[in-house]
Nanobody, 124 residues
Framework: QVQLVESGGGLVQAGASLRLSCAAS????????MGWFRRAPGKERMFVAA????????RYADSVKGRFTISRDNAKNTVYLQMNSLKPEDTAVYYC?????????????????WGQGTQVTVSS
């Protein structure tokens, strides 16, 4: 049974940092590209960042480029999202997702497995 478990969310003030983690089990982690998505209140789920199986290539949404960093530790079956200079508009539930392929896409429909999400709230 595949499980993706996010952690690290919380309530922070604008300008602060958070590091999200997503621990994967029940799959061969190195077979999967990984992505982070978010859903803000009243909005659709949006792409945030993604990383290839080996971790050599990443992609970011324009809204987070330069502030967020995605990384992975294949020895720990974990993907991370380092979020710096957080803004109130970053408030959302953040989800990690796994796509069985070398590379990623920004399309949620392309991902095979999803976590339950972790809430990030940024106050002004």
């Amino acid at each position: 049974q595949v499980q993706l478990v996010e952690s690290g969310g919380g309530l922070v003030q604008a300008g602060a940092s958070l590091r999200l983690s997503c621990a994967a089990s029940g799959l061969t982690f190195t077979d999967y590209a990984m992505g982070w998505f978010r859903r803000a209140p009243g909005k659709e789920r949006m792409f945030v960042a993604a990383i290839t199986r080996g971790g050599g290539t990443t992609r970011y949404a324009d809204s987070v480029k330069g502030r967020f960093t995605i990384s992975r530790d294949n020895a720990k079956n974990t993907v991370y999202l380092q979020m710096n200079s957080l803004k109130p508009e970053d408030t959302a539930v953040y989800y990690c997702a796994a796509k069985r392929a070398y590379s990623y896409t920004h399309l949620a429909a392309d991902y095979n497995y999803w976590g339950q999400g972790t809430q990030v709230t940024v106050s002004s």
